[in-house]
């Protein structure tokens, strides 16, 4: 009698971590929305560049294209975030031919002076998320989804849970 309680459980087990949609494993992103991707060869120029002309931008180093492309990966899923991009210009070319959804978020500078680079700033800085169509949920809609799929579990244990104590009453 316990051993198909245990079997029915799970299986219920089993098919609720079969439904489950796979979770990416692509980690948190913590650098700013608006930020310059450089390498230590010119990344305290731009730095220098963007204090000369009062503009107030991070410049983070990267060290390898594997680095770049995780981080514009991150462009994806936030669509506030806008990057320009100084060195490792060949992986941003690939990611632009890959998502041309970006294009607009994503600035390339490939001739690296102290023009183009204040020109590429002052286009990520200029750029506005809130005035762009974006086609992201909103925080309300998972909310109401996980409060319904939350009422109909709790609903389903409740409703076993009552039952078992009535038959162990009855007993």
């Given at each position: 009698?316990?051993?198909?309680?245990?079997?029915?459980?799970?299986?219920?087990c089993?098919?609720?971590?079969?439904?489950?949609t796979?979770?990416?494993a692509?980690?948190?992103?913590?650098t700013?929305?608006k930020?310059v991707i450089?390498?230590?060869?010119?990344?305290q120029?731009?730095?220098?560049i963007?204090?000369?002309n009062?503009?107030n931008i991070?410049?983070?180093?990267?060290?390898?294209d594997?680095?770049?492309?995780?981080?514009?990966?991150?462009?994806?899923?936030?669509?506030?975030?806008?990057i320009?991009?100084?060195?490792?210009?060949?992986?941003a070319?690939?990611?632009?031919?890959?998502?041309p959804?970006?294009?607009?978020?994503?600035?390339v500078?490939?001739?690296?002076?102290n023009?183009?680079?204040?020109d590429?700033?002052?286009a990520?800085e200029?750029y506005?998320?809130?005035?762009?169509?974006?086609?992201?949920t909103?925080f309300?809609?998972?909310?109401?989804i996980g409060?319904?799929i939350?009422?109909?579990?709790?609903l389903?244990?409740?409703?076993?849970?009552?039952?078992?104590?009535?038959?162990?009453?009855k007993?």
């Amino acid at each position: 009698m316990m051993n198909k309680k245990y079997i029915k459980i799970l299986v219920v087990c089993f098919i609720l971590l079969v439904g489950i949609t796979g979770v990416s494993a692509h980690g948190v992103d913590v650098t700013a929305d608006k930020m310059v991707i450089a390498n230590d060869t010119n990344g305290q120029l731009v730095k220098d560049i963007a204090d000369s002309n009062g503009i107030n931008i991070s410049v983070y180093k990267f060290t390898s294209d594997d680095e770049v492309e995780h981080q514009l990966e991150h462009m994806l899923n936030n669509t506030n975030k806008s990057i320009l991009v100084v060195s490792y210009q060949s992986t941003a070319h690939d990611f632009l031919n890959k998502h041309p959804e970006v294009s607009d978020r994503l600035q390339v500078v490939d001739d690296v002076n102290n023009q183009t680079v204040v020109d590429g700033i002052k286009a990520v800085e200029s750029y506005d998320s809130s005035s762009q169509n974006n086609s992201t949920t909103s925080f309300g809609l998972p909310l109401l989804i996980g409060l319904i799929i939350g009422v109909i579990v709790g609903l389903g244990c409740g409703i076993y849970l009552m039952k078992r104590k009535d038959k162990t009453k009855k007993e």
